[in-house]
């Protein structure tokens, strides 16, 4: 029997016919794809018109609504609260900034700062 984990070896030909990856041509980049990491984001705690009760609402990233949203639904899941994504704003239900901040940190953005509250 045949050990699937066995490694196989190439002939010059097969490996001459991989192609050198220097030469593969270059993927275009959307601008959908492209986030600005430099921005200024900002976490601002509000009370004010809610009742009473605390949201913490997240404004300065400049990308597409899609993208946006994407963001939204990741930072809901990952602090287990409702939220919603309005006017290039992402709201999330209660006191989450400094949960928020490590998400984003681990997106990769960088200039993140709080306000309000």
Known sequence: MDNPKKSQSLSWEDFK?????E???????????IHDFQDIIRIHLEKKGRGGKSVSIITGLSCNDA???DIGKDIRKKCGVGGSVKNGEIIIQGNHREKIKSIL?????????FAGG
Request: proline fraction near 11%; glycine fraction near 8%; avoid cysteine.
């Open 105 to 113: 940190q681990d997106l990769g953005y960088r200039n993140i700062k």
């Open 67 to 69: 993208t946006l949203s």
């Open 23 to 33: 030469n593969a041509p270059e993927l275009p980049i959307e601008e959908s794809d």
């Open 17 to 21: 016919s991989l192609g050198n990856p």
